[in-house]
Protein backbone atom coordinates (compact mmCIF):
# COMPACT_ATOMS: atom_id res chain seq x y z
CA UNK A 1 0.00 0.00 0.00
CA UNK A 2 1.15 3.81 -1.01
CA UNK A 3 2.02 5.94 1.69
CA UNK A 4 -0.33 9.38 1.07
CA UNK A 5 1.01 12.77 0.35
CA UNK A 6 -0.26 15.96 0.47
CA UNK A 7 0.65 18.77 -2.26
CA UNK A 8 -0.85 22.00 -0.77
CA UNK A 9 -0.26 23.95 -3.53
CA UNK A 10 -2.51 26.95 -5.41
CA UNK A 11 0.22 27.02 -8.55
CA UNK A 12 -1.72 24.05 -10.76
CA UNK A 13 1.52 23.36 -12.95
CA UNK A 14 3.67 23.27 -9.60
CA UNK A 15 0.97 21.13 -7.98
CA UNK A 16 1.04 18.44 -10.81
CA UNK A 17 4.99 18.19 -11.39
CA UNK A 18 5.65 18.12 -7.24
CA UNK A 19 2.47 15.24 -7.51
CA UNK A 20 4.62 13.42 -10.30
CA UNK A 21 7.78 13.13 -8.72
CA UNK A 22 5.56 11.74 -5.65
CA UNK A 23 4.28 9.26 -7.43
CA UNK A 24 7.22 8.36 -9.00
CA UNK A 25 8.69 6.94 -6.23
CA UNK A 26 5.91 5.05 -4.56
CA UNK A 27 3.93 7.61 -2.95
CA UNK A 28 -0.40 7.81 -2.88
CA UNK A 29 -0.93 11.76 -3.98
CA UNK A 30 -3.61 14.18 -3.15
CA UNK A 31 -3.46 17.61 -4.47
CA UNK A 32 -4.95 20.88 -2.39
CA UNK A 33 -5.22 24.19 -3.78
CA UNK A 34 -5.83 26.17 -1.13
CA UNK A 35 -5.82 26.61 2.54
CA UNK A 36 -9.45 26.06 3.02
CA UNK A 37 -9.63 22.78 1.30
CA UNK A 38 -6.22 21.80 2.86
CA UNK A 39 -7.32 22.63 6.48
CA UNK A 40 -10.57 20.67 6.22
CA UNK A 41 -8.88 17.44 4.82
CA UNK A 42 -6.24 17.76 7.24
CA UNK A 43 -8.53 16.96 9.59
CA UNK A 44 -9.91 14.13 8.13
CA UNK A 45 -8.50 10.13 7.97
CA UNK A 46 -6.19 9.05 6.86
CA UNK A 47 -3.37 11.36 8.16
CA UNK A 48 -0.64 11.85 5.14
CA UNK A 49 2.62 10.64 5.65
CA UNK A 50 4.77 13.54 3.59
CA UNK A 51 3.13 16.97 3.35
CA UNK A 52 4.27 19.48 0.92
CA UNK A 53 3.53 22.69 1.97
CA UNK A 54 3.45 26.29 -0.10
CA UNK A 55 3.20 28.97 2.40
CA UNK A 56 2.09 31.69 -0.04
CA UNK A 57 -1.52 29.64 -0.52
CA UNK A 58 -5.15 31.18 -0.69
CA UNK A 59 -7.47 31.46 2.12
CA UNK A 60 -5.83 30.19 4.79
CA UNK A 61 -1.69 30.52 4.49
CA UNK A 62 0.49 27.40 4.58
CA UNK A 63 2.56 29.32 7.55
CA UNK A 64 -1.22 28.84 9.83
CA UNK A 65 -1.64 25.84 8.55
CA UNK A 66 1.70 24.71 10.08
CA UNK A 67 1.46 26.62 13.00
CA UNK A 68 -2.19 25.87 14.15
CA UNK A 69 -3.25 22.67 12.65
CA UNK A 70 -0.17 20.42 11.72
CA UNK A 71 1.84 21.24 14.45
CA UNK A 72 -1.29 20.74 17.21
CA UNK A 73 -2.60 17.61 16.16
CA UNK A 74 -1.14 14.64 17.52
CA UNK A 75 -1.75 12.41 14.67
CA UNK A 76 -0.54 15.44 11.65
CA UNK A 77 2.41 16.45 13.87
CA UNK A 78 4.45 12.88 12.95
CA UNK A 79 3.93 14.12 9.09
CA UNK A 80 6.96 14.43 7.21
CA UNK A 81 6.68 18.47 6.40
CA UNK A 82 8.54 19.73 3.43
CA UNK A 83 8.03 23.42 3.24
CA UNK A 84 7.94 24.85 -0.47
CA UNK A 85 8.48 28.68 -0.80
CA UNK A 86 9.54 31.30 -3.38
CA UNK A 87 10.37 33.44 -0.23
CA UNK A 88 13.66 32.17 1.87
CA UNK A 89 13.46 34.49 4.63
CA UNK A 90 9.48 33.07 5.47
CA UNK A 91 10.99 29.47 4.65
CA UNK A 92 13.60 30.10 7.49
CA UNK A 93 11.61 31.59 9.80
CA UNK A 94 8.86 28.49 9.88
CA UNK A 95 12.44 25.83 9.57
CA UNK A 96 12.37 24.58 12.88
CA UNK A 97 8.91 23.52 12.64
CA UNK A 98 9.57 21.69 9.20
CA UNK A 99 11.74 18.67 8.36
CA UNK A 100 12.69 20.23 5.39
CA UNK A 101 12.42 23.70 3.81
CA UNK A 102 13.08 23.99 -0.06
CA UNK A 103 13.03 27.08 -1.94
CA UNK A 104 11.54 27.89 -5.50
CA UNK A 105 12.36 27.22 -8.08
CA UNK A 106 11.97 23.54 -7.10
CA UNK A 107 13.11 20.77 -9.73
CA UNK A 108 11.21 17.63 -10.59
CA UNK A 109 14.73 15.91 -10.04
CA UNK A 110 15.53 17.62 -6.47
CA UNK A 111 11.60 16.76 -5.25
CA UNK A 112 12.16 13.05 -6.25
CA UNK A 113 15.24 12.65 -5.22
CA UNK A 114 14.36 14.07 -1.45
CA UNK A 115 11.17 12.53 -1.31
CA UNK A 116 12.69 8.88 -2.39
CA UNK A 117 14.54 8.90 0.69
CA UNK A 118 12.27 10.26 2.68
CA UNK A 119 9.70 6.86 2.06
CA UNK A 120 10.16 4.68 4.15
CA UNK A 121 10.70 1.19 3.03
CA UNK A 122 7.88 -1.45 2.65
Do not use: C, W
Request: hydrophobic residues 50%; negative net charge.
Amino acid sequence: MSQLAFVIEDDEDLAHIFAEALRGVGFAVEILPDGQVAQERLKKVPVPYLILLDMHIPHISGADLLTNIIKKDEQLAKAVVIITTADARMGDAYSELADFVMVKPISFIQLRDLTSRLKPKD
